[in-house]
């Protein structure tokens, strides 16, 4: 089982909607969870972190953790077509400084 | 800031050939990591360090690979021979542990193919 899995897509939605990305986990005792976009060609950046257990929102973006359920998920409200990216989630695994990336999901937002 | 700064963008050479990437971190950073990323394998962790020391080297592939931090502002990863299967993309970062290891922060990459 991979430590951290990511379904590759593409997920397709029109401007406007709400994009969902999901994001599982192995690991019960992972702490830390990140949301990186990377765009073709460029390298990943991170859009959004959380530690806690719920929501945390950013703008249009949300991120929901449900750590008895091992997954995380990413929320972008109002999507756009400049949102057209590749979403990477990355894990601190267990006590692990480091985080463990996905293969990452690619999102297309369609005018 | 001048956020991580990689060169060079892009490399292309023969299979044989010694390839060197370089890296800069952010200044202050005192982690620094090297990753391959490629279709078949996303993002993979290949070495990091700490405070210029090599921490965790396990995901280098093979000894043809090697990677050096001489002083806190360059990193290099060196592949000697090159062959085509190390044809990826490859990105250095950097963070800092204030209050807990702090998101990375990437370089822009160096796009390398070997023929």
């Known amino acids: 089982q991979k430590e951290v899995e990511q379904n590759s897509g593409p997920l397709s939605v029109p401007e406007g909607a709400i994009a969902s990305l999901n994001c599982t986990y192995s690991d019960r005792g992972s702490q830390s969870f990140f949301w990186y976009r990377q765009y073709s060609g460029k390298s990943p950046e991170l859009i959004m972190f959380?530690?806690?257990?719920g929501d945390k929102e950013d703008g249009r973006f949300t991120a929901q953790l449900n750590k008895a359920s091992q997954y995380v998920s990413l929320l972008i409200r109002d999507s756009q077509p400049s949102d057209s990216a590749t979403y990477l989630c990355a894990v601190r695994i267990g006590g692990s400084y480091i985080p463990t990336f996905g293969r990452g999901t690619s999102l297309i937002v369609h005018p | 800031d001048a956020g991580v700064i990689q060169s060079p963008r892009h490399e292309v050479t023969e299979m044989g050939q010694e390839v060197t990437l370089r890296c800069k971190p952010i200044s202050g950073h005192d982690y620094l990591f090297w990753y391959r990323q490629t279709m078949m394998r996303g993002l993979e962790l290949l070495i990091y360090f700490n405070n210029n020391v090599p921490i965790d080297d396990s995901g280098m592939p093979e000894d043809r690979f090697s990677a050096k931090m001489p002083n806190a502002s360059f990193s290099t990863l060196k592949i000697q021979p090159s062959e085509p299967r190390d044809s990826a993309v490859y990105f250095c970062a950097s963070s800092t542990n204030t209050e807990g290891l702090q998101p990375q922060h990437f370089g822009d990459g160096t796009r390398l193919s070997i023929l």
């Open positions: 959380i530690y806690s257990n």
